[in-house]
């Protein structure tokens, strides 16, 4: 989906150029893996090089749970002279970068996605456990340190109680809590977050989630997806304006039998959007995907309710799509051995699901 990334950030890019922010915050996910491919590392320099040195802003871009924090945060200290101002990897003394405005200064704090056991590691404390607590022993350093009085923004990735969550988002761990209460963030002007997907706002406004730039799977077909632009008066409230992005192609889905969608398609001015069809015939449809893409060459997925729900006589499978890997693994499990998983089997599966995941990312504690 690199071009319709780029065609996304092309907007982003001429909306930066139009309303000259004083900074541009990323919170996070700046990729999709920790080693993406060629094509989205170009596609980044190039976005962030638009921003930096030809429009003169400053950036200020953190690591979300997808990405490799080591290999993100390479060269951070050189470009921060250039105003790119990368925080990769958790420390238990966040810098702040201090931007000024017409009120004055504004402490910003890049609080880049943290494994409790980094955080454990970091502060020598062996009994810390889990993100809440972990989140609070930097956002509480982060206070000491901070001026009374003075504005403050945290740029965060994670998952605050309370939020809107969709299938496509990575969760950012396998059994335990994951969840962050907003009230942690108490103290701070405002809060930039990164991690889920659908824009949004927590605590009467003053914790928002921008979301994703475009829609990544059917579950966010209902996503009006934007930047936010964000105002602070000199008492550090903000207002929140969100502009919306027109993508190259939308994700959406379509229902109908399959006679009515052949036929509709000829009418369609969106016929190249990334589609999820659901048929509602009942007989079979030779080759319905290869002939759908006749017409809807971006099609990604049939269903057929009618053929496959129990009531209809068919198997009744389960979507494993709509599955988390606790739940892929107890199906398994079940499947191979008739039994279900007991609790210290689901903890261990967790536990070992979540070390590949820090060893993907190459923060092994």
Known sequence: MIEDQAHLLDQFVDLARQEKPDVVLIAGDVYDRAVPPTEAVNLLDDVLSRLVLTLRLQVILIAGNHDSSPRLSFGSRLLADCGLHIQGLPTTTTPAIILEDKHGPVHVYPLPYAEPAIVRHLTSQEDLQGHQAAMKVLLDGILARHPREARSVVVAHCFVTGSTQSESERP?????????????????????????????????????????????????????KSVLLVEMDGQGRSTVKQI??????????????????????????????????????QGPIFDAMGKLRMVYPNILHIERPAVTSP??????????????????????????????????????????????????????A
């Open 172 to 224: 950012i761990c396998i059994g335990g809590v994951a969840s962050i209460d907003p009230s942690t963030f108490l103290g701070f002007s405002y809060v930039a977050l990164g991690h889920l997907h659908r824009p949004q706002s927590c605590v009467g406004g003053r914790l928002w989630y921008s979301g994703s730039l475009m829609r990544y799977s059917f579950s966010e077909v209902d996503h009006d």
């Open 244 to 281: 919306a992005m027109t993508p190259r192609r939308q994700v959406r889905r379509v229902e109908g039998y399959f006679s009515q969608i052949i036929d509709g398609a000829a009418t369609d001015k969106a016929c190249e959007d990334y589609l999820m069809v659901t048929l509602l015939d």
């Open 311 to 364: 009531s209809a006589g068919g198997s009744g499978r389960v979507d494993h799509r709509k599955m988390d890997e606790i739940q892929l693994f107890q199906a398994f499990f079940k499947e191979v051995t008739g039994g279900t998983l007991n609790g210290a089997q689901s903890a261990a599966f967790a536990k070992v699901v979540d070390q590949v995941r820090r060893t993907q990312r190459e923060e092994v």
